[in-house]
């Protein structure tokens, strides 16, 4: 980037500092965060330890005694004052989410109205917990089924929605009585300390929401805190397969509750019977968010032999005109860069992998400055090539042409993993075949934007365990406990 480029946020806001039991706190080192646009750095961070982790939990343990017996309605009142305060500051968290992650800065303000709606959703949800009185089978008792909050939650997210992934775990967790430690990723750690600014600015009583920022090199020894530490009851955890399996075998010795949110490989299936039109939208949509860096991303585009050239040229018209590079602080920019450059190497590495066996470059191709990287558009793709079985985190659309309906659905499924997955028809019988027999969490019929916290969040195989968002996100935090009241008479 030729210019440069400031992020002028205002004060209390830009928070470097850790925050355990209501206090800012400082470590024994700090760590860069860097714009992934132009590799400046933009502010210097706590870099926590195991030590001001298990403060973080400890603080929490503490916190949950007397959390949890706030009533449904108390707690409900100061998620939504989080929830108002976080719109009033859009402007500003968006700016922190774009200088510390390079998305473009309207799908960053799309990011903060996304992610204050989880703090208003579960405000609602906190006074929805219902139990159950249940008809015993005995004339002199009386079975309740009682729902309670689980205790201490580690919460543990990524760099992609370093705002969203945060308040959709801990507006639940709260809402539910639960009191959390936060370790957002180590790319991104400004948004969550500014939610942690403002969950005090709410009145969020200390202890409740923790944060505890660190370098990629103290997250291992930070994790392992966080998942075995016996005080913690539950984990929470958004981010790579690999890494959530680590995280799951640390949290078996203690035997914690879990929800995990793991890679995705999501299939797009074009149908001859598609809206053409329609299908090239929901695929710029699906594909280029965040410039590809997003787990429910398109990642396979599947297309019936009857429209595929069709298909191919419309997407590649719409790519030429609907995308800018750029810094994401630029108005006109759509794509911003990858997180950093390992991200932009692995995009590079699938597609000289696809051009080796094959496949036609149509659109982009190349590497830029930095950790930029050109949207590109691959033609006469094969399930052989690495960027059909690996996620690719990144602006590349690989396109396969197949022949029938059962061909798609085969190619869609052979994954381990199946978080979302999307298709364009219009044969109403067709659309209840695909929808129920795609291995997925997600479904998207005729539309490439899902995610809304009406509606629940999660996957199938190895893409995770537990649901978020959605009145079923809550039940992640909660136990039922039995009580059974006897000796009445009859």
């Not at 870099?47 to 982790?53: I, L």
């Not at 967790?173 to 430690?181: M, R, S, W």
């Not at 930070?222 to 690999?242: E, H, N, R, Y």
Request: net charge neutral.
């Amino acid at each position: 980037m030729s210019r440069s480029y400031s992020l002028d946020v205002s004060a209390p806001l830009l928070r470097t500092q850790g925050y355990v039991d209501g206090r800012w706190v400082s470590a024994a080192s700090v760590f860069p965060v860097l714009d992934p646009a132009t590799g400046q750095e933009i502010a210097r961070v706590a870099d926590c330890g195991p030590a001001e982790a298990k403060q973080a939990v400890d603080a929490a343990y503490k916190a949950f005694h007397s959390w949890k017996q706030y009533t449904a309605k108390e707690r409900s009142v100061l998620l939504r004052k989080w929830f108002d305060l976080l719109t009033l500051h859009k402007d500003d968290l968006a700016k922190l989410i774009t200088f510390e992650c390079g998305k473009p800065l309207r799908e960053s303000l799309g990011e903060v109205t996304y992610s204050a709606s989880f703090l208003d959703w579960f405000s609602e949800e906190a006074r929805r917990v219902y139990g159950d009185i249940v008809p015993s089978p005995a004339k002199d008792r009386k079975i309740l089924l009682l729902k309670q909050p689980v205790g201490v939650a580690s919460i543990i997210t990524p760099w992609n929605f370093p705002s969203a992934m945060i308040t959709r775990k801990v507006g639940a967790a709260l809402a539910a009585g639960c009191t959390v430690v936060v370790k957002p990723a180590e790319d991104t750690p400004l948004s969550a300390l500014a939610l942690a600014e403002l969950a005090e600015q709410a009145g969020i009583p200390a202890g409740v929401f923790n944060v505890v920022p660190c370098s990629r090199e103290t997250t291992p020894a930070v994790g392992q805190v966080l998942c075995t530490d016996p005080l913690v009851a539950k984990i929470s955890f958004t981010g790579s397969t690999a890494t959530g399996k680590v995280l799951l075998k640390m949290a078996a010795d203690t035997v914690k509750k879990a929800s995990m949110e793991l890679g995705g490989h999501a299939p797009f299936i074009v149908f001859d019977s598609a809206d053409i039109d329609k299908a090239v939208g929901g695929a710029m949509a699906s594909k280029f968010r965040n410039s590809g860096q997003t787990c429910v991303c398109s990642n396979r585009f599947l297309v019936q032999s009857g429209i595929y050239e069709r298909f191919v040229e419309k997407l590649g018209r719409a790519m030429d005109v609907e995308l800018r590079l750029g810094h994401g602080s630029e108005p006109e920019t759509t794509q911003g860069p990858l997180i950093n450059t390992r991200a932009a190497e692995k995009v590079v590495h699938q597609i000289s992998d696809a051009v080796s066996l094959g496949a036609k470059v149509l659109r982009g191709g190349k590497r830029l400055h930095g950790s930029f990287m050109e949207p590109t558009l691959l033609a006469d793709v094969t399930a052989d090539m690495l960027c059909t079985k690996e996620e690719t985190f990144g602006p590349l659309l690989p396109v396969i042409r197949f022949n029938t309906e059962e061909e798609a659905l085969a190619i869609a499924n052979a994954s381990n993993v199946g978080l979302a997955g999307y298709f364009y028809s219009q044969d109403v019988s067709q659309i209840w075949r695909v929808a129920e027999a795609l291995e997925v969490g997600i479904v998207g019929v005729n539309e490439g934007l899902l995610s809304t916290p009406e509606a629940t969040f999660g996957g199938v195989k190895q893409s995770g365990l537990g649901r978020e968002g959605s009145k079923y996100g809550i039940d992640e935090y909660l136990e039922v406990k039995y009580m059974c009241f006897g000796g009445l008479k009859p």
